[in-house]
Structures are given as C-alpha cells and as structure tokens.
C-alpha cells in the first residue's frame, strides 16, 4: 500500500524551531516530487514548499521563504521541514503529499494524488 505518514508536529513558542518528517512507503520519493502544505481552521489548504526529485530544486509559498526548508533524504524514503522563527500564524495542519509531474513552481493542492493524513503545529504567542 502507498502512504505517506507525517510526524514532528507539536507545540512551541513563537521563535522556535519544528522539523516535520513525512515518511514514504510502499514507493519511492526518488521517483516522485513531494510537497507540504498546511490548513488551519476555517481558511483554505495553502502551499508551503515543494521539492523536486530529479534535481532537488525546492519552490516555496512567499509566506514561509527564509524561514522555512524542504529536504529529502532518499535512503529513509523521508522528507523533511525544517520551520524556523515559527510564528502563531504558522498554526495549521501539515500535510505531505506526491505529484509526479515535475513542476517548477509550487504546485495547487489538486494536482496531488496522494496525501498523508497531517501532523498538528501549534505556536503559541
């Protein structure tokens, strides 16, 4: 079966720093591109980063760029967010998720064909 799983989520103070993991199985990330997204409550699921899998190019939404980096490691079949200087309006759910077109932009969440099931970040002020 083909999942992706995400953890790392939690609760930390604005200033601080949360790197999210999102786990592959049952294919693999050196074959697909993947990105985060987020959606907190009553608001719109909203691109975070995206990185591709052939040359490891990453795009990111303009509210987390310099803040905030995508990585992958493709012996774990793992990517990562690394969050820094989290602010409370970082609170959301994070999300994972494959596209296997090779975009060079930051991809809508509708051309996504696999989700995981998201990880809660909580900032607090």
């Known amino acids: 079966e083909e999942q992706l799983v995400e953890s790392g989520g939690g609760l930390v103070q604005a200033g601080q720093s949360l790197t999210l993991s999102c786990g592959a199985s049952?294919?693999?990330?050196?074959?697909?591109?993947i990105g985060w997204f987020r959606q907190a409550p009553g608001k719109a699921r909203e691109g975070v980063a995206y990185i591709k899998s052939d040359d490891g190019s990453t795009y990111y939404g303009n509210s987390v760029k310099g803040r905030f980096t995508i990585s992958k490691n493709n012996a774990k079949n793992t990517v990562y967010l690394q969050m820094n200087s989290l602010k409370p309006e970082d609170t959301a759910v994070y999300y994972c998720?494959?596209?296997?077109?090779?975009?060079?932009?930051?991809?809508?969440?509708?051309?996504?064909?696999?989700w995981g099931q998201g990880t809660q970040v909580t900032v607090s002020s």
């Open positions: 049952g294919f693999t990330i050196q074959s697909w591109n």
């Open positions: 998720a494959r596209i296997y077109y090779d975009a060079t932009y930051l991809p809508n969440p509708n051309e996504y064909d696999l």
